[in-house]
């Protein structure tokens, strides 16, 4: 049964990048049939979607956070990675990495999401 | 960019009853990539419904979902105990890729 785990620290100072991990396991990160993707979701609010990664690297970003996202892939360690630069207390939120199904566009399965705090 | 809008925001409900929840698009949106999720407090969402009328594995036949272009609807029959909880709608399609609606709410009256 596939499952994701998010990882990294819980508080981060503005300013500074936020940085997760998501390890994937009881499946390959490599499959073509999915993207990997990181949605999060501030206190009390609604879900955003972040960004995508194939297993090839081919990235795809919100426009609202593209100049401060990278996602990158580590198919050898079956993990991807979500770095978010110049963060401030609005980046507050609890983040989900997700798969992605390739074709239909869903999220089908998830972790089970980290929260992190932007604060001094 | 297009907009999800979802209505109610809150469905006050009792177990048993039918639940009736709507997302309309601010454009046309393919009816194969309109996905329903729901979530529960301190959990991640879950899939419920994808090409806005397929259920995911392992979800009970009492979820429906239906509709097509700028309407879309998700239908619980009868509510049991464990479907109380706020759902959301997802597009994908234009830029951003992916969208979410803002969630209805669906508590025990």
């Known amino acids: 049964q596939l499952q994701l785990q998010e990882s990294g620290p819980g508080l981060v100072k503005p300013s500074e990048t936020l940085s997760l991990t998501c390890t994937v396991s009881g499946g390959s990160i490599s499959s073509s049939s999915y993207y990997w993707g990181w949605i999060r979701q501030p206190p009390g609010k609604g879900l955003e979607w972040i960004g995508n990664i194939y297993y090839s690297g081919s990235t795809y970003y919100n426009p609202s956070l593209k100049s401060r996202v990278t996602i990158s892939v580590d198919t050898s360690k079956n993990q991807f990675s979500l770095n978010l630069s110049s963060v401030t207390a609005a980046d507050t939120a609890v983040y989900y990495c997700a798969r992605v199904h390739r074709i239909a566009q869903f999220m089908d399965v998830w972790g089970q999401g980290t929260m992190v705090t932007v604060s001094s | 960019e297009i907009v999800l809008t979802q209505s109610p925001g809150t469905l006050s409900l009792s177990p048993g009853e039918r639940a009736t929840l709507s997302c309309r698009a601010s454009?046309?949106?393919?009816?194969?990539?309109l996905a329903w999720y729901q979530q529960k407090p301190g959990q991640a969402p879950r899939l419920l419904i994808y090409g806005a009328s397929s259920r995911a594995t392992g979800i009970p036949d009492r979820f429906s979902g239906s509709g097509s272009g700028t309407d879309f609807t998700l239908t619980i029959s009868r509510l049991e105990p464990e479907d109380f909880a706020v759902f959301y709608c997802?597009?994908?399609?234009?830029?951003?890729?992916?969208?979410f609606g803002p969630g209805t709410k669906v508590d025990i009256k």
């Open positions: 454009q046309s949106v393919s009816s194969s990539y």
């Open positions: 997802q597009q994908y399609g234009s830029s951003p890729l992916f969208t």
